[in-house]
């Protein structure tokens, strides 16, 4: 905080930052930077005092709300002392497996909580050189601070680019598609018919999420966490890939990028799948995957949409030079996705049926209703129904995915030249999550596994990538792409 700045601002907690404190939902989010140079803590804790800091959530506490109408807990400022939030371990640069060191340390954070009487924040600094690295830096923020599209946003608004220091990161903007129908008439009718898939759809995804609630259970495959998954320790792995790869498969296709994401899920987790089954199979268990058709194997991905529009990055960067206040929580709300397990003979066959997946969650006020429907069981039942609902949606499904777009060139973190980044979650109750993240030409894609259900994480790392790899040469051999570079 700055000099002479109030330290009795308060403000309550949003429903649902509530909500990530619930017992049965106590979610962090995990944001791991490699950097292609060793660290400098002390050029990092200077650059967090002049950015991180001056935001409202990384210099308050939780402390005890009087005031019922609030809840029982609201944000308070407070002044930060950087040593107990920076962590910089003792590393034997000679260490053997750096890898699995950098691994094995994240996933003992999930074994400890954050301390609640400071703000709920921290940065590791490794120097210790991985195989992608030289460097890694570990950020773990309490998910009741904002949601993870906001969180990543404002982590990108303390970089600048390597090129231009001074400069911040250019992130992507999508672009609204124009209409190409010039008739009235005929774009009367075609909004007409736009309404009428609109209410429809909104309608059966609510059913859907209601009989979620109540009976309608994910099928048991080897990737379904059992009850109590979420208190389970987390591994973190990740996989770097071409974005050039994925982009040429997306003019190809004429799609979007997100749909060849899913597509790739979806085709890496069916052969992680038959792999497992096969091998049970070995193993003299029952085997499954001749037994159970695809098409009765119900998995879907629980997808967190922020229902706020992101704020931008020199938004947050000017709000955080300036110490302004800006509107922050957590505004999210729930969307299942169905996922198809299956073996296609044609790669192509699985980045198709993403697409119409996602064109038909597109038509679909799933997200917002949701929203509105856990606020409303928040303020009539409380936070425990509140809770135990959410846990019930999301215990239910089988996994989560989230697809994040960065910088379109290398940026620095306090003069710390970027290699990756790889966000991630743990907390609820999910035995797997997907994230992906764009940076530069490149896509990371991290796993965030409960090793007792998904013992070999680094596996469906190499079915994602060998998916992707199967998706692009089915494009080329097919000659969807006349000129490769």
Known sequence: MGDGEAVSSERPLSPASRLFHSPRFNCYIIAIMGCKTSINPDVVKAGLEQTLLKHPRFSSKLVEDDNKRFGKKKWSRTTVNLEDHVIVPVVDPKTELPDRFVEDYISNLTTTPLDLSKPLWEVHLLNIKTSDAESVGVFRIH???????????????????????????????????????????????????????????????????????????????????????????????????????????????????????????????????????????????????????????????????????????????????????????????????????????????????????????????????????????????????????????????????SSVVGPQEEISFYGHPMAYLAPSVYGPPHALTIHVQSYVNKMTITVAADPNVIPDPHQLCNDLEESLKLIRDSVVKKGLIKDIV
């Open 143 to 401: 998910h009741s601070l904002g949601d993870g599209a906001s969180l990543v946003s404002l982590l990108l608004a303390c970089t600048r680019k390597t090129s231009d220091p001074e400069a911040l990161p250019t992130i992507p903007v999508k672009k609204r598609a124009g209409s190409t129908h010039s008739g009235r008439f005929w774009w009367f009718l075609l909004a007409i018919w736009y309404l009428i898939r609109l209410i429809c759809n909104t309608l059966v995804d609510l059913l859907l999420f209601v009989a979620t609630i109540l009976f309608l259970k994910d099928s048991k495959t080897p990737i379904k966490g059992a009850a109590g998954v979420e208190l389970n320790t987390k591994k973190f792995v990740h996989r770097t890939v071409s974005l050039d790869d994925i982009k040429l498969v997306k003019s190809a296709m004429n799609m979007t990028i997100n749909d060849i994401v899913l597509g790739i899920t979806q085709a890496g987790l069916s052969r992680y799948l038959n792999r497992r089954y096969s091998e049970d199979e070995k193993n003299g268990q029952p085997k499954q995957w001749k037994s159970h058709a695809p098409k009765s194997t119900r998995l879907r991905a629980c997808i967190l949409v922020n229902l706020r529009p992101a704020a931008g990055i020199q938004e947050l960067a000017d709000m955080m030079a300036k110490g302004t206040k800006t509107r922050w929580g957590n505004l999210i709300g729930y969307m299942l996705l169905p996922f198809n397990i299956a073996l296609h003979d044609d790669p192509l066959d699985y980045v198709q049926q993403a697409k119409a997946t996602i064109d038909r969650k597109k038509l679909s006020l799933e997200a917002m209703c949701t929203f509105a429907s856990s606020q409303l069981a928040l303020r009539i039942f409380g936070m425990k129904v509140a809770g135990a609902i959410t846990y019930r949606v999301i215990s239910n499904t089988t996994m989560a995915i």
